[in-house]
């Protein structure tokens, strides 16, 4: 999991935060020629707004394709940032009492408020590695006081080859990557996550960075949420998940780093941002 580390800190004062590698052009002999052009997809800015900053970890405010402006806020971030300690595996948990500040940021990276959750509305590190909370203020109110909107939770499942970033709340850096494929099982010591999410290489989170947003920057939408990377090439124990196939065969990805689909998520909410996991099309495990 991707927690924070004196490694992480390291490598963070040496890399930089938020750099981007700069692009060299290409030259060759001969003849000037005329670039060619090539239309490039839309992008849409993806800043800071919205995201939050924790205890260890990071998250965002998030609303639903149905959400209401008057609907209690939720925030995301992962399963094994819960306060109160890793779920187990097959532990799910449902509406718990929960007072967790979290630091709304601006588009910028700086903290314009202190929000706060008065439940936990579902957690669990099994099949996927998320947390949501509910706040005590709407989505109308963190917008009128603040000027910051909620990001959305796409409702369909990411292609690969998409144009991501990472949005990291706690250190305040944005990674630029691609979806590199799907994991049909991902393991890491005794949690199993399905169908996750494989970055490309220049998405080199580190500790501090789980819980991040993973935005889909043509739609601007969120579709997974950052959780672990293979620090160190061993075979499938903490900090170091492996990819186990269909036919059980498992590969290891020293540095590679990876995130939970987040599209299932919608369906298991009804009006007024309320958890229904019975609900039709609802797959997110039960209690």
């Known amino acids: 999991m991707n927690k924070p580390l004196l490694a992480a800190l390291a490598t963070l004062v040496i890399t930089g935060a938020g750099m981007a590698p700069a692009a060299a052009a290409a030259q060759t002999g001969g003849a000037a020629t005329a670039p060619v052009k090539r239309s490039a997809p839309a992008v849409k800015a993806v800043d800071f707004a919205g995201t939050v900053s924790l205890s260890n970890c990071s998250g965002s405010v998030v609303r639903l394709p149905a959400s209401a402006d008057t609907d209690p806020a939720l925030v995301l971030s992962n399963g094994h940032c819960l306060e109160t300690g890793f779920p187990s595996p097959g532990q799910v948990i449902t509406g718990q009492s929960s007072s967790r500040t979290f630091g709304l940021l601006n588009s910028a990276g700086t903290k314009v408020a202190t929000l706060r959750a008065n439940q936990v509305v579902y957690s669990t590190m099994t099949d996927t590695d998320v947390t949501i909370y509910r ?153």
């Open 135 to 287: 706040l005590t203020s709407t989505y109308a109110q963190i917008k009128s006081s603040y000027g910051i909107s909620a990001l959305t939770l796409s409702d369909t499942h990411p292609v690969a080859g998409t144009a991501i970033k990472v949005v990291s709340g706690y250190w305040k850096r944005i990674y630029s990557c691609n979806v590199d494929g799907f994991v049909y099982r991902l393991k890491e010591g005794d949690w199993t996550w399905k169908d996750s999410v494989r970055y490309t290489s220049a998405c080199n989170t580190i500790g501090g960075t789980s819980g991040s947003p993973v935005v889909d920057t043509a739609t601007g939408k969120v579709v997974a949420v950052n959780n672990t990377g293979n620090e160190d090439g061993q075979r499938c124990t903490e900090n170091n998940p492996c990819e186990v196939d269909a036919n059980g065969n498992v590969t290891v990805r020293q540095g590679i780093n990876y995130a939970e689909e987040t599209y299932q998520i919608p369906a298991c909410f009804t009006t007024g941002n309320k958890l229904n996991l019975s609900a039709s099309g609802c797959v997110l495990p039960k209690p």
